[in-house]
Structure formats: C-alpha cells, structure tokens
C-alpha cells in the first residue's frame, strides 16, 4: 500500500510537470515565431512570472516523490524501480535543460526591450524553442513510464 500512494503522488507530480511543459508548447511555442518582437517580448516576461515560481517547486518535489517509488520498489518490484528510474533520469534531462539552456535565455530576454533588441534575438527564440521541445518529450515520456512502473 505505501508503494501505491507514493506511486499516485510521483504520478500526480510528474504530471503537472509535463502539463507545465505541455500547455505553453501548445499554446505559444509552436507559434512564437509569429509574433512581433514587443509582443514576444511581453508573452516571455509574463510567462516567467506565471510559471517559473511554480517550477522552481514543482521539478524538485517530482524528482523527490521518486525516491520512495525507487526504494520501495527496489529488489521487489523490478520493472516498477527501472521506469521509474528512466523516469526520473527523464525528469532530470529536463532540469538541466532548463537550467543550463533554457533559464538564461529567458533571463537575456528579460533584460531587452524593443529598442534594445539584439542582432541574434531570433536565433535565441528558436534555440529556446527547439531546447522547449526536449523539455515536453521529456517531462511526458517520464509521466508515460512512471504511469507503465505502476501498472506492470
């Protein structure tokens, strides 16, 4: 029973990190090309704002609802402890990406206006995009294996 609860609230984590991932790729990301500089501008300072407080939680406690699943899991539930350790390694991906790619974009992006545009902006926003992308196939691919752990 106690594997179970802590399988739910890894699950429950883990989706709302891929949720979080998920819903601005599929409201903004796929088309932030569109957008003009100022309005690109605005939608990444407001984005931050909403989401990185939520984040700075959210990725942590789901990597640490693992650590019971793993240790409960381990010796007596193999394919429970191995995907939900591919899990986790996936959970991780996404945090060095956002950490060490995506975090300092965002902070670069903070600093400019319209005025203050630099050369390279685009090749910025379509790096922060394409490195987005890992983030989503990450953080679902770890929600689809923790949610496989718990069902074999």
Not at 56 to 77: D, E, F, N, T, Y
Request: hydrophobic share 60%; with cysteine.
């Amino acid at each position: 029973m106690p594997l179970k609860i802590c399988e739910v609230v890894s699950i429950f984590l883990s989706a709302s990190v891929a949720g979080m991932f998920f819903g601005p790729w599929i409201a903004l990301t796929r088309s932030i090309g569109a957008f003009t500089p100022e309005i690109f501008i605005v939608i990444v300072r407001r984005m931050n704002r909403n989401m990185a407080p939520v984040m700075a939680v959210l990725i942590p406690a789901s990597l640490l609802s693992m650590v019971p699943v793993l240790l409960l899991s381990h010796g007596a539930r193999p394919w429970t402890f191995y995907l939900t350790l591919s899990g986790f390694a996936l959970i991780v991906v996404s945090l060095l990406v956002t950490v060490i790619v995506e975090v300092p974009i965002v902070k670069q992006i903070e600093t400019w206006t319209a005025s203050t545009l630099p050369g390279n902006w685009q090749i910025l926003r379509d790096r922060w995009g394409t490195f987005h992308v890992i983030r989503v196939a990450a953080g679902v691919m770890c929600l689809v294996l923790l949610l496989a752990g718990a069902i074999l």
